[in-house]
């Protein structure tokens, strides 16, 4: 393993049973202990189960997985002292209260007497729980649940942490405090791991990361390179009236687009030769009598470059 490296993962491969295709396809990973690094992917890309596998829930059909220099076949109990998961559900219990919850995630994580209680107050405290501590858990909103289930995930002071899309269905003010919680604990050198598909929260939060579509990672980076590599290739058309359908053939079949993508009056084209294009696609509205409103190239989102790369929407 790289020595800057606190997870490599090679070759994961991952078919449920019964399924025509693998959820996960070969997916390598190469994580900097510290780093703060993001998994974005469409609906049922592979994020959870690449992050059930890395973090020890799930075992892979094949591949190679080592955390913090352990092998994952070996030393998986080592490698659970370690590491902590917040679920994409939240996996906490309606009947208990905070405090409960939080003792019986500590327990299970191996913790108890003196240290126990330190750590349950300290993670009630993180998620500004203190005053709700006695309270069960099913009278709580789905915000304070989210944060509840982000520390029972830390409770261990694990070195590394992943996340599973910690921040949906979440009012503002709940996220921006998630959002600063994670900051705060990767300054101070936890490992994170951070699966959404909100593009702002990854592009805030995130150095690197990875873009992931059909079980199989289809880019990988910084996000500064990534945008700046691909988004040469992507023009964004918005016209007066949405494109008849036979257009919209039209500038599928353009040469040299790879892809193209329709929403309403604005469309999205990958081009090898994006110059070429422009014009091809400026001839093609003048022909159907449709004004172009504006047309980019270039200067894309990361959100505009997740949706030209995978061909999907983002949800919500
Ligand atoms: N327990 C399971 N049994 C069978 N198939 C599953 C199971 N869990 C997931 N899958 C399938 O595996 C693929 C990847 O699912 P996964 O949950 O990893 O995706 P995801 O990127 O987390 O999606 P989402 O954004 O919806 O959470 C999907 O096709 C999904 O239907
Ligand atoms: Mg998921």
């Avoid at 604005?266 to 294009?277: E, L, R």
């Amino acid at each position: 393993m790289a020595h800057d490296c606190i997870i490599e993962a090679q070759g994961l491969v991952k078919t449920y049973p019964g399924a025509d295709r693998p959820a996960v396809a070969g997916i390598d990973l190469r994580i900097k202990k510290g780093a703060f690094y993001g998994v974005l992917g469409p609906n049922g890309a592979g994020k959870t189960t690449t992050l059930s596998i890395c973090s020890g829930l799930m075992r892979p059909d094949s591949g190679l997985l080592d955390i913090a220099g352990l092998d994952i076949r070996k030393d998986l109990t080592e490698i659970k002292g370690i590491i902590g998961l917040v679920p994409q559900e939240t996996a906490v219990y309606p009947t208990l209260t905070a405090r409960e919850n939080l003792l019986y995630f500590g327990a299970m994580q191996g913790l108890s007497g003196d240290r126990l209680k330190t750590r349950v107050d300290y993670c009630l405290d993180v998620a500004r729980l203190t005053p709700l501590a006695d309270k069960r858990v099913e009278t709580f909103s789905g915000g304070l649940k989210r944060r509840l289930s982000l520390v029972a995930g830390l409770i261990h002071e694990p070195k590394i942490l992943f996340l599973d899309e910690p921040t949906v269905g979440i009012d503002p003010q709940s996220r921006l405090f998630i959002y600063e919680s994670l900051k705060k604990m990767n300054s101070s050198g936890m490992t994170i791991v951070y699966t959404s598909h909100y593009m702002e929260e990854v592009e805030t939060l995130c150095a690197e990361i990875s873009i992931i579509d059909r079980g199989v990672i289809i880019a990988e980076g910084r996000v500064d390179d990534m945008v700046i590599r691909h988004s040469g290739s992507v023009i964004e058309v918005r016209l007066n009236a949405p494109p008849p359908e036979a257009l919209r053939q039209k500038v599928s079949a353009l040469p040299h687009v790879s892809g193209a993508l329709f929403d309403a009056k604005t469309f999205t084209v990958k081009s090898a030769k994006p110059q070429q294009t422009i014009g091809d696609i400026m001839r093609l509205m003048e022909e159907s009598n449709l004004n172009i409103l504006s047309l980019c190239h270039g200067g894309l989102s990361l959100e505009k470059l997740f949706i030209s790369l995978t061909g999907a929407k983002l949800r919500e």
